[in-house]
């Protein structure tokens, strides 16, 4: 009798393994492919993405209030500082919009319907984030009802956090730039130094750094400690100008050949309430 | 017969728990994962063996499966490695709590037990897969620490609240 149940014990535990491990290769190839997931994750998905909202509403109302406190007291000398920044920003802001007329002009008269440049931004909530070290995943309110697809890129109000991952109608999934899972980070990228422009890819990100790794880069041309990293828009996902951060250090490949740039994110990835995703126009 | 309550509460707060745990890693993400330590909420674990220990549960596998289904697909979406912790959880929690009777530092000392076990497996199941390529030393000092400390104040708040509510809810039943 005793022999039996430690049998069927096992059996158990045999079957669960199989049954859970499959599931997981299952997904995992779902998620790789182009594909938005499975209709009844997707309705499951957004069906507690509505539940959530619920539940967070009083908890993140009661945040609000602890972080407006200490907000109130910093507000004196922040509005000093600010009050210097708006003189500068009122005269950028009427030669952005000159340039912006001049841009389209000559666009139509090129006869350029939509270049990398072009894309709209449709800004969410964050609703909630995976409770796992291994996974730096946002849950977003917006979804496909709001013509997100996968893969576009996703924007804070500093510059880009990351990459939309999954699709469910009302939801969707952003995966941080600061995943160290190798697919995520697949930017392509292009630093503004003073030389010219030098495209690249983010091939990594390091925890203990906070730095993004940018390799992948064939130019010649000399890089320096600050200039500006955006998106190229090269490779299908992500439009041109979204800013990522500065270069904080050059170093050489570890073969030695190619240099390697690190950039210092300049989105606060532990600090993000409203994302935008960028949808490109073409 | 009187039909318990907890029938309705239990999958609710394991519901509730579950979207807390997604709720609170959001807003206090500054301190939640920082550069030399992570911390991963488990509030799941909580309500789970305060349940087990205190309230009488129906289907405790089937509800902890489900729980489990619902965290992979909205959190992670690699379906498979909650819908398997969860329930052993549950099996691991009767297993123990069978020899004991309730008092707070059993409880207290079965619910550690259980997130050090869901944490390593989730951390295992994770580098099997290779989405992580922390090693054993660095999960153990940066994340099981930080997140069994978060816990244990967690359990500590919420042991006397939550032993009250089952309590109170398994009573109605036997009367």
Same mark, same amino acid.
């Given at each position: 009798m005793q022999r039996f149940f430690f049998n069927k014990r096992l059996v158990i535990i045999l079957i669960t393994l199989i049954i859970g491990f499959s599931l997981i290769a299952f997904s995992i190839v779902i998620r790789n492919n182009r594909k938005t997931p499975t209709v009844v994750q997707q309705f499951g998905n957004s069906a507690v993405g509505v539940v959530n909202q619920v539940v967070g509403a009083p908890v993140s109302g009661i945040k609000t209030v602890g972080t407006s406190v200490s907000e109130l007291l910093n507000t004196y000398s922040e509005n000093q500082q600010l009050k210097k920044q708006v003189d500068s920003l009122a005269s950028e802001k009427v030669r952005n919009q000159t340039l912006t007329s001049e841009n389209k002009k000559l666009k139509t008269e090129l006869k350029?319907?939509?270049?990398?440049t072009n894309f709209d931004l449709v800004s969410a909530a964050v609703v909630s984030r995976a409770p796992s070290s291994w996974q730096n995943q946002l849950i977003i309110n917006k979804g496909s009802l709001s013509g997100i697809k996968k893969n576009q890129a996703v924007v804070s109000q500093h510059g880009l956090i990351g990459r939309v991952i999954e699709v469910n109608s009302a939801s969707s999934k952003v995966e941080l730039i600061?995943?160290? +899972? &190798?697919? &995520? =980070?697949q930017f392509a990228t292009q630093v503004l130094s003073k030389s010219g422009n030098i495209n690249g890819l983010i091939t990594g990100y390091s925890q203990n750094t906070n730095l993004l790794t940018m390799g992948q880069i064939t130019s010649q041309k000399k890089i320096e400690k600050g200039d500006r990293v955006i998106t190229? %828009?090269? %490779? %299908? =996902?992500s439009p041109e100008g979204l800013y990522v951060g500065r270069v904080a250090k050059v170093e050489k490949d570890d073969y030695g050949l190619a240099s390697k740039v690190l950039i210092k994110p300049a989105? +606060?990835?532990? +600090?993000?309430?409203i994302v935008s995703v960028a949808k490109r126009a073409d | 017969m009187r039909i318990s309550k907890l029938r309705y509460f239990f999958p609710l707060g394991l519901l509730i728990s579950l979207l807390l745990d997604g709720i609170f890693s959001n807003l206090f993400a500054a301190n939640f994962f920082q550069v030399s330590s992570s911390i991963e909420s488990r509030l799941i674990v909580v309500w789970l063996v305060m349940a087990l220990c205190f309230g009488e549960i129906d289907h405790p596998y089937l509800w902890s499966i489900i729980a489990g289904a619902i965290f992979d697909a909205y959190?992670?979406?690699?379906?498979?490695p909650m819908i398997m912790l969860l329930p052993l959880i549950v099996y691991l929690t009767l297993l123990m709590f069978r020899f004991f009777t309730p008092s707070f530092i059993v409880v207290l000392l079965i619910c550690l037990i259980d997130i050090t076990v869901i944490t390593f497996l989730f951390y295992g199941i994770f580098s099997l897969i290779s989405y992580t390529d922390a090693s054993v030393a660095t999960f153990i000092g940066e994340t099981l620490g930080p997140t069994l400390a978060y816990n244990l104040a967690a359990f500590v708040i919420l042991y006397l609240p939550l032993k009250k509510f089952f309590e109170h809810f398994s009573q109605n039943r036997s009367a």
């Open positions: 350029l319907k939509s270049s990398l600061s995943n160290e +899972d &190798s697919s &995520s =980070n190229s %828009g090269l %490779g %299908g =996902n989105a +606060d990835l532990s +600090d993000l309430e | 959190y992670t979406g690699i379906i498979g």
